[in-house]
């Protein structure tokens, strides 16, 4: 079975660039998480969905952060525009099910703002 | 409201030595605790985790009890490897998918 897939591992770009992430959960999970990690820390979260609704963004910097779940599947965590201060990994995970299911983690993607 | 507190880092040990991290929790409700381990460049892998009080949760020769009268999560391991360093994790999640994760124990294990 596939794990959760993300998409690029590694980004640089230069301040105030656009960039985005790209989130594969494995096939069945209705629950997926975006998470920040910053160096040295835990992750925390940006935004949780189940299955196409966000149920949680309580913790995204909507002005310029936005994510999207289409059919409930794939997952797109966007920042435009980028800050010195977004330099961090983003992780996406997911969950099968209701109640505190085991979460599993995609590699991540490092993000590097110059 | 929820959260998690464990032992800060990093932790250095020599192979075959024992040990322990310390986590302790603050939660409503009856949570589920976890731990995970963080590889270099990768994700987080669940390592263990126990649903209710008393249960133990056990992996890879690793063990923690959940403890409810002490609100804590401790990780142990009797003997450990190289291949045992990274990072750890302690984590609750409640019965609305929500997750908390402490900040993360470095461990370096030397031959």
């Known amino acids: 079975e596939a794990g959760v897939v993300q998409s690029p591992r590694y980004k640089i770009i230069e301040k105030k660039q656009p960039v985005a992430f790209w989130c594969n959960p494995i096939s069945g999970h209705n629950t997926l998480y975006w998470y920040l990690q910053n160096l040295g820390q835990g992750p925390e979260l940006l935004i949780r969905?189940?299955?196409?609704?966000?149920?949680?963004d309580s913790q995204l910097p909507k002005d310029r952060f936005s994510a999207e779940r289409l059919k409930g599947v794939d997952s797109t965590l966007k920042i435009q525009p980028a800050e010195l201060g977004d330099s961090a990994v983003y992780l996406c995970?997911?969950?099968?099910?209701?109640?505190?299911?085991?979460?599993?983690f995609g590699a991540g993607s490092r993000l590097t703002v110059l | 409201g929820n959260s998690v507190t464990q032992m800060e880092g990093p932790v250095t040990l020599s192979e075959e030595a024992f040990l322990t991290i310390n986590c302790t929790y603050t939660a409503t409700g009856y949570p589920s605790l976890f731990w995970y381990v963080q590889y270099p460049g990768e994700g987080l892998q669940l390592l263990l985790k126990?649903?209710?009080?008393?249960d133990k949760g056990s992996n890879k020769g690793f063990e923690a009890t959940y403890r409810k009268e002490t609100t804590s999560f401790h990780l142990e391991k009797g003997s450990v490897q190289v291949s045992d360093s990274a990072v750890y994790f302690c984590a609750l999640g409640n019965t609305g998918n929500q997750f908390y994760f402490g900040t993360g124990t470095s461990l370096t294990v030397i031959p």
């Open positions: 126990a649903t209710k009080a008393d």
């Open positions: 969905y189940e299955n196409e609704e966000a149920v949680d």
């Open positions: 995970a997911s969950s099968q099910g209701s109640g505190a299911n085991v979460l599993t």
